[in-house]
DNA sequence: TCTGGGGTCCTAGGACCC
DNA sequence: TCTGGGGTCCTAGGACCC
């Protein structure tokens, strides 16, 4: 019998910033998105005082002062180094495995016996080779292992696992769930599910498939028949391969200065450039936007993007930074204050499957070829050595970071030490 | 004053082909 | 004069996820 168990970190980078601060055990604590706007991350005591996932951070900060709750710009550096030894960790409970987030991963449990005990196993172990605590949902399909993953959660008495195995319990389990907790039910389908008088999970678990598909699309129709315990998704071991990368960021504050923003298109540029490099890729379409905040009427609404296309694939620096910074020349209007700008890289293939121009058959692509693999060896150092022209390298109005914890892990200088 | 970033998938509609 | 049907590819936009 095919059984999925999802594996799902509580409240992932709550647990990260406390792992070296046990002095923040049973303190409130919230974790900011880039540029310390929203709460992403809130502890179960920043749960329990009411403070809401996405809270813009200026919205809560009476709540933060009364309550002393602890602050923390997000540290992907570490959240991203944790999650990976929770990954390696989890490898050995199941010979398949599908990393789905950074904070989460369906394992096949098929073949498996006794799948309670199983899964307080994968608990305490994650507990003691990492440190932080997971739930586990564990049901003949990926969405009811999500539900049973919810329900781990919410139920404090389920002591972090659930097995929804047995048919019963999960039409019980689907009838306590509202429709919105629903994998794949977002805010606009929860309203179409809602105005039609369905509420609870089990009221859409019930209707017909087709009708689903004609209310929505065939993602709704494979979401009811998953509820029903037919498994419709199926397990993706290996990562599909990237469609596209972007990189793009909100300012610090507001840009007016052409050179600054273009800086910052050059900055993200040399960024996603490097990505595409990592995932050994190349690009052919580049797509350039900027726009001022929606939140703003200190100034004219502006938003606008370019797309263009390179003469051939590539993953060049400056190349591509030679096609961004005219698609941004493209849309820059003088007079907006300036909220966001990013890059998006698409259309990729493999290095070695390029369509070679006429005119360029070999020598000045590997010379690009090495140019960029030394860049990018001394820039992995750490600090960002080298940077190309409209880069530049002291951005005090870039972006806001103001709770930042240390790369405990991964600096040699950041590493705790026991006294 | 202060409102994230990085992705995927699906559908509809237009252009084009035979 | 009569003016089909099926297919592919592309793009924009919407919805969702974490």
Redesign the pocket.
Known sequence: MTMFALVDCNN?YCSCERLFRPDLKRVPVVVL???D??I?ARSQEAKDLGIKM?T????A?NEIKRYGIRVFSSNYTLYGDISSRVMQTLEQFSPRMEI?????AFLDLSGTGSWPDYGQQIRSTVKRHVGVPVSVGIAPTKTLA?LANYAAKKFRATRGVVDLSDPRRQQRLLALTPVSE?????????R?LERRGMRTALDLAQINPRQA?RLS???LERTVRELNGESCIELDEVA???????????FG??LTDYSKVREAICE?TA?AAE?LRREKLAARMVNVFIRT?P??N?GPKYSNSA?GTLPQSSSDTLEILALATRLFDMIWKEGCRY??T?I?LG?FCSPDRIQLDLFDMGPGRKRSDNLMRVIDTINQGGQGKVWFGGQRPQKNWF?RQENLSPAYTTKWNCIPVVK
């Open positions: 992932f998105s880039n540029n706007g929203c992403v996405g813009p951070l200026f919205k900060r789905y987030s950074i904070d989460e999500k629903i994998w794949g039910i977002g805010r606009n389908l929860t179409t598909k699309s065939v993602v599909a391969p990237k469609q596209q990368i972007v990189c793009s960021r909100s504050e507001k993200f960024r990505k905040s939140f703003d200190a797309t909220a966001k990013g998006m259309d972006m």
